[in-house]
T-cell receptor
Framework: GAVVSQHPSRVICKSGTSVKIECRSLDFQATTMFWYRQFPKQSLMLMATSNEGSKATYEQGVEKDKFLINHASLTLSTLTVTSAHPEDSSFYIC?????????????FGNGTRLTVT | GESVGLHLPTLSVQEGDNSIINCAYSNSASDYFIWYKQESGKGPQFIIDIRSNMDKRQGQRVTVLLNKTVKHLSLQIAATQPGDSAVYFCAEKGSNQFYFGTGTSLTVIP
């Protein structure tokens, strides 16, 4: 149980284009989803927290107009990297917590490797 | 804010030996902790968790120990196997998010 599906796993795009990454909780309802960015050999850097039906909360230094997050349902959140630049190339990972379960672990997707050329 | 740190960034062990990965946390009010395993190119995978009302919890070949007095968390892996090679992260639950350690890269030597 507690599977999070993230797509695509890899994407290559040209500079200036936008890329959408989907994160779905397959067998549970996720009140909250988190989006992380991970650089090589580093830990997870939280970008934003999204709650179903409300605006995402962005961490300091993360441009909300560049990284658009939508959490329209209890099982789907999307991250859109707008006007991508090579410096946006990274590994993006989503995670979700089970609705209504206090002290439950984060369940992670398998990440999206974004390469901007 | 909270900080979660690991004492060692890398750890090499012989296959069959036991591995111990350590983690320090700073918020004494934290009541929930998790260990994750991350293989190259994949998302973190849940290994085991522990609540603050416990000192020890065991899973299959893994044990998590929590020492609230010194705010220390450890992950013990018994009979380490090549498939255990990965980066291991501890995570501490905060009020609105989870805080992750810097990670320890475990290499199992056949």
């Amino acid at each position: 149980g507690a599977v999070v599906s993230q797509h695509p796993s890899r994407v290559i795009c040209k500079s200036g284009t936008s890329v959408k990454i989907e994160c779905r909780s397959l067998d549970f309802q996720a009140t909250t989803m988190f989006w992380y960015r991970q650089f090589p050999k580093q830990s997870l850097m939280l970008m934003a927290t999204s709650n179903e039906g409300s605006k995402a909360t962005y961490e300091q230094g993360v441009e909300k107009d560049k990284f658009l997050i939508n959490h329209a349902s209890l099982t789907l959140s999307t991250l859109t990297v707008t006007s991508a630049h090579p410096e946006d190339s990274s590994f993006y990972i989503c995670s979700a917590t089970d609705r209504g379960t206090y002290n439950s672990p984060l369940h992670f997707g398998n990440g999206t490797r974004l390469t901007v050329t | 804010g909270e900080s979660v740190g690991l004492h060692l960034p890398t750890l090499s062990v012989q296959e069959g030996d036991n591995s111990i990965i350590n983690c320090a946390y700073s918020n004494s009010a934290s009541d929930y902790f998790i260990w994750y395993k991350q293989e190259s190119g994949k998302g973190p995978q849940f290994i085991i968790d522990i609540r603050s009302n416990m000192d020890k919890r065991q899973g299959q070949r893994v044990t998590v120990l929590l020492n609230k007095t010194v705010k220390h968390l450890s992950l013990q892996i018994a009979a380490t196997q090549p498939g255990d090679s990965a980066v291991y992260f501890c995570a501490e639950k905060g009020s609105n998010q989870f805080y992750f350690g810097t990670g320890t890269s475990l290499t199992v030597i056949p």
